[in-house]
């Protein structure tokens, strides 16, 4: 016990030094690590400050982005994902047709009711349900990623 008591006060700064990397968490946005988080689970690699949006890089099962120097961390360290984008996944406001329910997935809307008719973007292709085309390239998007949960 008396031997825990003397590392104490590094554990405190290292916790310390963590939480204070998760307060400037943003989607997108490359970090000192040299990654941009995309979404809970996934990240783009930085080139200066520029995230190469080519190539999308995922965290092993478990684990969730974080801008800390590991990158992705287990999900039970307490820290928090750097980027959560769920706030509009499935969601109809009844003005348009589909909704986005993840990365690759839309349902068709009824006014403001989710329907069970929905489908899969071919590969490359993300949901992108506020233009003219459901699923498009990234490079294609009218703005950010509407729904970034994994499917």
């Known amino acids: 016990m008396l031997q825990l008591n003397k590392y104490l006060p590094l554990l405190a700064v290292v916790a310390f030094v963590l939480i204070v990397q998760q307060t400037d ?5 490359c970090g ?19 995230p190469d949006t080519k190539s999308v890089m995922t965290c092993p099962t478990g684990n969730i982005c974080v801008r800390s120097s590991v990158k992705c961390a287990a999900k039970g360290m307490g820290l928090q994902p750097d980027c959560v984008r769920e706030k509009s996944c499935g969601t109809c406001d ?3 047709l589909f909704t986005c329910t993840s990365r690759k997935t839309y349902a068709m809307c009824n006014g403001t ?3 069970d008719n929905g489908g899969v973007c071919p590969r490359n292709l993300i949901c992108n349900s506020s233009g003219s085309q459901i699923c ?8 950010p990623i509407e729904c970034d949960r994994d499917p």
């Open 113 to 115: 009711e989710v329907t």
């Open 32 to 50: 000192t690590n040299g990654i941009a988080c995309i979404n809970e689970t996934s990240f783009h690699i930085c080139y200066g400050s520029n």
């Open 94 to 96: 009844g003005s348009k």
């Open 25 to 29: 968490a943003k989607c997108d946005t």
């Open 136 to 143: 498009v390239t990234e490079c294609d998007l009218n703005g």
